[in-house]
């Protein structure tokens, strides 16, 4: 079993385009988001691909669950990975978890495996977050 080893960086949002699912005046409601990001520091993936279902239930609060297709490095290792997300946001600001969605790594990441996450506040430009790995 290898040793998992932890990473940071920062991220930032590079496109957040967001359609309501329904009716737009009830609560609770429902949205999709097609969002795009960019990972610096030990997840270098620039213009990620990522998409959110996102339930409100009240005005600035709620929760979201999706994925995001990251292409590019994590360490020096280059290849594509799948992070599943699960998270709550409210008027402060977003946390969220994520973990690898197993087989889904490329190129020098197949066997990746891994969890982590990030605290977002509302008027921050970039996000810091952490991500703990291994690979086969």
């Known amino acids: 079993m290898p040793t998992p080893v932890e990473t940071r960086g920062r991220f930032t949002f590079a496109g957040w385009e967001e359609t309501p699912v329904g009716a737009m005046d009830a609560t609770p409601r429902l949205a ?7 990972f610096t520091g030990g997840v270098e993936a620039a213009g990620t691909s990522c998409d959110y279902t996102i339930a409100y239930t ?39 978890r994520f973990e690898v969605v197993p ?7 197949v066997g990746l495996t891994g969890s982590g996450g990030f ?16 690979l086969a």
């Open 32 to 38: 999709h988001a097609h969002v795009a990001n960019t």
């Open 103 to 109: 087989g889904s790594g490329t190129g020098d990441l």
């Open 58 to 96: 009240g005005e600035n609060n709620g929760s979201y669950s999706g994925m995001e297709l990251l292409s590019g490095s994590v360490d020096g290792r280059r290849g594509s990975f799948v992070l599943e997300e699960r998270g709550t946001f409210d008027a402060g600001g977003t946390v969220c």
């Open 119 to 134: 605290a977002y506040r509302h008027g921050d430009t970039s996000v810091e977050y952490a991500f703990s790995y291994a």
